[in-house]
Nanobody, 115 residues
Framework: QVHLVESGGGLVQPGGSLRLSCAAS????????MGWYRQAPGKQRELVAT???????NYADSVKGRFTISRGNTRNTVYLQMNSLKPDDAAVYYC?????????WGKGTLVTVSS
């Protein structure tokens, strides 16, 4: 059973930075897409960034140039470096692993952007 655990959320002032981590376990991740999504109160969950096993990345327009998705030294860890954070970035951030026909989600980590 695939298990995803996010960490790194917290309170940050506007303009600040955070790095989120997602650790995946419970499987062999040879071909996959890992991604970060977020959901703010009263809003739908939205894509933030994705990273394929081949190294291709994709970003939401709202975070381009500010966020960077990357893979750790082990293939089962993904990071989201978030810079120049804005109040609109505040949300619960979820990690997702898509492998074949299956999607796996973590429980999320809360990011609060406030002065």
């Amino acid at each position: 059973q695939v298990h995803l655990v996010e960490s790194g959320g917290g309170l940050v002032q506007p303009g600040g930075s955070l790095r989120l981590s997602c650790a995946a376990s419970g499987g062999i991740f040879a071909s996959y897409v890992m991604g970060w999504y977020r959901q703010a109160p009263g809003k739908q969950r939205e894509l933030v960034a994705t990273l394929t096993s081949g190294g291709s990345t994709n970003y939401a327009d709202s975070v381009k140039g500010r966020f960077t998705i990357s893979r750790g030294n082990t293939r089962n860890t993904v990071y989201l470096q978030m810079n120049s954070l804005k109040p609109d970035d505040a949300a619960v951030y979820y990690c997702k692993l898509a492998r074949g026909a299956m999607d796996y989600w973590g429980k999320g980590t809360l990011v609060t952007v406030s002065s």
